[in-house]
């Protein structure tokens, strides 16, 4: 017998003993114990025997953290506090709801929509500007997808919807957009621009 000892970064280790537990818990019961279970289906992991992925990796973290305002550390459930780099890199990686949590800290409401905007949704917004950044004067190709009023509180929908390229994207915060099918930008020294969508 021998012993492997595997060095892995936090989201990655907590994935994947999560899924070799969910693995070893969906074994017909026998003689094994759970520990020589868990190494048997890592084993056929390492092997190929086993390839699909089917636990969830939950991160909490803040949306000024989310948004790049802070660097207050992430929570990764099982395993607990993580840089905030690497916390907002997973929470890019799925689908992710908004949870809204009272005085102590405690849930008290959560999101109905996820974050992310479907495929259709992109399409449809892409389609919308012609493939162009919607900010006024622009004529850069749409790069990102962003909500006009922010998520949670703007749901994930063509509504509110707009394409940007990166730059405008991270810049748009020190704009007020609304959007009544045009879309209305005010600076915030109080100009006022307005974009079309592309008419077909």
């Known amino acids: 017998m021998a012993k492997l000892v595997w060095v892995l ?3 990655e280790a907590h994935q994947l003993f999560q899924q070799i537990c969910a693995d070893a818990e969906s074994l017909p019961k026998d003689d094994r114990t759970t520990d020589q279970k868990r190494s048997d289906v890592l084993l056929d992991r390492l092997l190929g025997t086993r390839t699909n992925w089917n636990v969830r990796t939950f991160v909490t973290i803040s949306m000024e953290t989310l948004l790049g305002l802070t660097n207050d550390p992430g929570q990764l459930a099982g395993y ?4 905030a780099d690497a916390a907002r890199e ?11 949590l009272a005085e102590y800290r405690q849930l008290s409401a959560i999101s109905t929509g996820t974050y992310r905007p479907t495929v259709l949704m992109k399409e449809a917004t892409l389609a919308r500007s012609a493939g ?6 622009c004529t850069r190709p749409v790069q990102e997808h962003d909500h006009i ?5 703007g749901p994930a929908e063509v509504a509110n919807l707009q394409g940007l390229c990166t730059f405008h994207h991270r810049k748009h915060d020190d704009y007020t957009v609304t959007r009544d099918g045009t879309a209305h930008w005010t600076t915030p020294t109080g100009r006022h621009h307005t974009t079309q969508p592309a008419c077909y």
Do not use: E, K, N, V
Request: charged share 5%; glycine share 14%; net charge positive.
């Open 9 to 11: 970064p936090a989201p």
């Open 90 to 100: 997973l929470a890019m990686q799925g689908p992710f709801r908004g949870l809204l």
């Open 132 to 137: 162009i950044c919607t900010a006024p004067g």
């Open 80 to 83: 607990g506090a993580i840089a």
């Open 149 to 153: 009023t922010p998520w949670p509180a």
